[in-house]
């Protein structure tokens, strides 16, 4: 079944495949999480790290967490993508970053130190702050 709002609201959780930036075809998901309340809703969409290792991406550099700027901008470019059908307020990129911060606590500025990536909306215009740290 395709991803789509109707498709994640029915179902919750979709797995299937997605083409990675080197050409391997590889088992991804999505998952709708709705806040309640005050709470934001978030999206996530994510590669296994077993699948990551099968396709034969380096992501282990020394760092704590998964790095691969590769695929850190593959999923900004999916990000920036969705952003022009679907605007949103934040967008994180990296290793199990679920509500790990929020757009009003960004507070419209990317950190200048970044162990993470994030997408960020300013003036209409989505700005991209790759991982630096």
């Given at each position: 079944?395709?991803?789509?709002?109707?498709?994640?609201?029915?179902?919750?959780?979709?797995?299937?495949?997605?083409?990675?930036?080197?050409?391997?075809?590889?088992?991804?998901?999505?998952?709708?999480?709705?806040?309640?309340?005050?709470?934001?809703?978030?999206?996530?969409?994510?590669?296994?790290?077993?699948?990551?290792?099968?396709?034969?991406?380096?992501?282990?550099?020394?760092?704590?967490?998964?790095?691969?700027?590769?695929?850190?901008?593959?999923?900004?470019?999916?990000?920036t993508e969705t952003f022009k059908h679907a605007p949103f307020s934040?967008?994180?990129?990296?290793?199990?970053?679920?509500?790990?911060?929020?757009?009003?606590?960004?507070?419209?500025?990317?950190?200048?130190?970044?162990?993470?990536?994030?997408?960020?909306p300013q003036g209409g215009v989505l700005h991209y702050g790759a991982?630096?740290?």
């Amino acid at each position: 079944m395709p991803c789509t709002v109707a498709s994640l609201s029915e179902h919750g959780h979709l797995r299937g495949r997605v083409r990675l930036p080197t050409g391997r075809l590889v088992v991804c998901g999505c998952l709708a999480i709705r806040g309640s309340g005050e709470s934001s809703d978030w999206l996530d969409f994510y590669v296994p790290v077993g699948a990551l290792e099968k396709a034969g991406i380096a992501y282990r550099d020394g760092r704590p967490f998964f790095r691969s700027a590769d695929l850190d901008d593959w999923l900004a470019a999916i990000g920036t993508e969705t952003f022009k059908h679907a605007p949103f307020s934040l967008g994180v990129i990296g290793f199990e970053v679920s509500g790990c911060t929020d757009a009003s606590t960004m507070e419209g500025r990317l950190p200048e130190e970044r162990d993470i990536g994030y997408l960020l909306p300013q003036g209409g215009v989505l700005h991209y702050g790759a991982a630096n740290t």
